[in-house]
């Protein structure tokens, strides 16, 4: 029996929204082609998974629809050449992504001729429906065709679920307010999305199709339906679903608990229930694929809002900058006052439009000022709960709210956080008017950062105590051949009473004698160039050197502090290890304060556990503080034991130090002088720089100097404070830009949950989030995020799963 | 073009807190007339007192802790606490009761514990039982109903006893034991209740007087629930509780016990179902959590009108369940999409 046969009723999903359509406004709007531009820009990565890999050169002329990069493993999406032309480069390029980090991207130059190559369309199939489904699949693959909803997901790698799935449902909800390109796909394409429908039907081996639409557009129902009737037996078992008008009944979850009754929670994937979920565009472009040969090179986008002249509906090429677009609806009204790709409710706002339209973009949405909610002032949250009444996952946003901001990342856990699907709901009804799903996002992305370290962490100390495995074994293992040796020698000389054997003992022991200075060597390296006290004059000179090269780098320092410090493993105890580890989740979120952390990293194997802890300690309170008092602390400490000649050279590379970006030179200077402090030292240290902290950068060489005075000659003191006067006078430009800089870091700090290190004070009581704070540490993690993505090729994430 | 980059959702459907106040505002609008008409002008006077004092604390206070002034004042939060905490008190109560019970609740019970938002206990029924507990006899004589005297204090005559030299003939010319003072004593002299319900106090439901009053205060409140300014949870999960207990001992002992509608319709339960306990601030915030916070306080006015040693048990019983909203809320989370029953 059909399953379609028990589906006699919708069911509802608690909360969602009545939000004002505005569909009217582009609904009347038939599809137009959109002209050639002259240029397209195609990110690579435009799709969840891996980036595609160009297989085209710069200067190579490619004819439409011929591959420009092919998918590189599984999950990952082909990508094609939407018209004819040149590739004039291959380089990052911006796309729209929270993060704003450009993707490495194909630049085409179009001919204006749009030729079809002879050998880029493959044979269209007119009997399509017959098809064997692996070809059926391997065509779409080779089409790059993904998830047109939004999410961008390879529709192939959804299609090789066969055998698994009972019910295929094809979404044509469009709940998100505005957009209507799904709206005027099925009304004048309804063929083609039924067709694409049932080649999907027939890849996946189901016979249950359903169609959910909303009520609120009966002309696509009615298209549909037609279509429908035509396929006549071929669209058997096919059932058309008007559902309801509710946000957000379009997304995946929540149609098809509406359709089927079932309920797919985080813990599931729609597949695991037998049921398949896909957008209306993305079955018309399967059909087009096989059908047409026609790989995805291009797509309907609506554009519309009070912002826009003339709101339409555009076919436009895959790679067309957002520009030209605005440009072909007339502009923009003296109105517009926000742009933002995808619907109001999980949009993404973008600063320009000088980005390029990429396959999951549905709807260029240029908002007048008084259609979006400015970013209005919020109030406390008064748990009225009306967050919670409009939640279609039925969770506490109060709750997690609270917990979010709070920092209490293990608590919203608790109050199931990842089951958020992001849809704006509660924000939307929040009387208070809190940036809800900011505060949502930003707990997740921190709670993401904090397990991918903890696993790095642990991936170290296996490492590390295999490490330490191996060099016991060995050791015994030289232990026992020694003995084996030395037995066999005295042996020998037992029986010869001559000392033949010495010459053998003493190779051995010179091999020792090496292996040891080897090894001392490396410990001299590991450590080197730490200590100014012990410094002479060249060692100095090249430590500013570094120090100034170290700074130029300060991004790229970033990384290499965590290889630093799994270099240093070797010779760390676990203790130290946990802490470096800590030490080094800290380091990667900051950005101009990361070097220092390098340094320490480096300097971490000489120090005993309590002098790291000390360190640490000193360091967060340091890094609080406005930068610019540190340096001079810096200098005064190491002052005392420096030879004229050091300290000449010294205050030059203060000066050239502090023309730099205040933030990671006091710091580093701190660590470099720590590792060849006893604990005693280190105390007063921190004694000494909290005292200076407490005065304003004005004061600091004042005292800095008062504390060097003691050893110095006047000469000694002339010099110094000619220096000073030359370094106050840039500092002065500076401060601003310091302050900034510092705040900045002292944020970044914040976010990274000091616990193990933090001074004491600051965390019994994390202060709460501002939301100013919220929005920086926010988009900071963001491009963190996708900065480490972009590495490791896993997608950075699936923001809009619509 | 530049644009602004904020976070989505973009567009917002226009809820405030200021709306939400002053949406309850209006539904106390039918109670306050009711009391009006059945007590005098005292209780606009009460008002005026409350809210001047309000809006001065919180303008205070906003300062001191440097809140934006508009913003927040805007918000009506304590004009809704002044008034709540005005129709609770006996309308021809001395004006510096009033003026302390506003003060205490806005500056003590509201911002010291950090302002709107932040307050564990509703600021007027802290307010409330301040004064109840510190001035006993003020707070006990209210003013006489209509139905009672056959008329009603005049405006001159509410305004030299509320701010003016309270002479104990005046006083008592104008005012009444309340009902539930009255069953309390009378039953604590061995009276039964139907002997008791024979005094000319009583009406219909409750006390007389008192039950359009009631009835005006459910209406509001059922109008605030249909907006959903209220979660409808609360006064039911109250409503319904005290109607069952009180129903179940009336059953086992008519005499001793009073009969729910009297429980219903005499003291402050309608009121306080709908407008006190329903505070979202310091009220319990899931769904059954508030059926059960409801209930909670339902049971708890029972027990203490009916065994405690206050007249009315509404403003402990809420305070009581303040304190076990954030355990309730932690035990009653909804069970989410998809996760398994
Ligand atoms: S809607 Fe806003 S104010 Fe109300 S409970 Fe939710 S977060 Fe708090
Ligand atoms: S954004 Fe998350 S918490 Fe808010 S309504 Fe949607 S699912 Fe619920």
Redesign the interface.
Known sequence: MSVLNTITRLWR??GG?H??EHKAESNSAAIEALPLPAQLVLPLQQHIGAAARACVRVGERVHKGDALARADGYISAALHAPTSGTVVAIEPRPVAHPSGIPVLSVVLESDGRDEWGPNSLPTPIEDYLRLDPAYLRERVREAGIVGLGGAAFPTAVKLNAEGAIRVLVLNAAECE?YITCDDRLMRERAHAVIGGLLLMRRALGVKDCIIGIEDNKPEAAAALQAALEQFADDAEDVLLQQIPTLYPSGSE?QLI?VLTGV??????RPVDSGILCQNVATAAAVHDAVTEGRPLISRVVTVTGSGISTPRNLEVLIGTPLSALIEYCGG?TPR?????I?G??????????DLPITKGMNCVLV?GAD???A???S????????C??AC?????P??MYWHARAREFDKAQQ??LF?CI?C??C???????L?L??YY?FAKTEIWAAEREKKKAEQARARHEFHLYRLEREEAEKAARLQAKKSAAQQRGHEAETPAADPKQAAIAAALARAQAKKAAAKAEATAGESSNELSPEQLEKLAAARARAEAKRLAATQTAGEAANDATAALSPEQLEKLAAARARAEAKKAASAPAQANADAAPALSPEQLEKLAAARARAEAKKAASAPAQANADAAPALSPEQLEKLAAARARAEAKKAASAPAQANADAAPALTPEQLEKLAAARARAEAKKAASAPAQANADAAPALSPEQIEKLTAARVRTEAKKAAQEALAAATAAVAALDADAQEEAPTASPAAEATPAPLTEEQL?RL?AARARAEAKKAAQSGKPASSDQEQ | MQFATTTSPHVHLGNSVGRVMRRVVYALLPGLLALVWIFGPGVLVQAAIAVSTALAAEALMLTLRGKPLGRFLGDCSALVTALLLAIALPPLAPWWITVLGTGFAIIIAKHLYGGLGYNPFNPAMIGYVVLLTSFPREMSSWAAPLTLHGSTPDLATTLALVFGERSAETLDAVTSATVLDLLRTQIGLGHSVTEVRSSPVFGLLGARGWEWVNLAFLAGGLWMCRQRTAAWQIPAGMLGALAVISTLFWLVDAARFAPPWFHLFSGAAIFGAFFIATDPVSASTTPRGRLIYGAGIGVLTWVIRSVGGFPDGVAFAVLLMNIAAPTIDQYTRPRVFGARA
Do not use: K
Not at chain 1, 336 to 340: D, G, N, V
Not at chain 1, 344 to 353: F, I, R
Not at chain 1, 392 to 396: D, G, T
């Open positions: 999903f608690h929204l939000v004002p307010p979850q608990r309920e797919i929670g985080r813990s599931r923009y517009a006052a926000r742009l933002i995808g109001p409710m999980m949009g993404l706002a973008l600063p320009g439009d908002a259609d979006v909610s970013p209005e002032e109030m406390p949250c008064i748990r009225c709960g009306e919670m009444n279609p996952a039925n969770l506490l109060q709750q109050v199931n089951d992001e704006g709901c924000a939307a009804v929040c009387p208070s008017h940036p799903v900011q996002r929005a926010a």
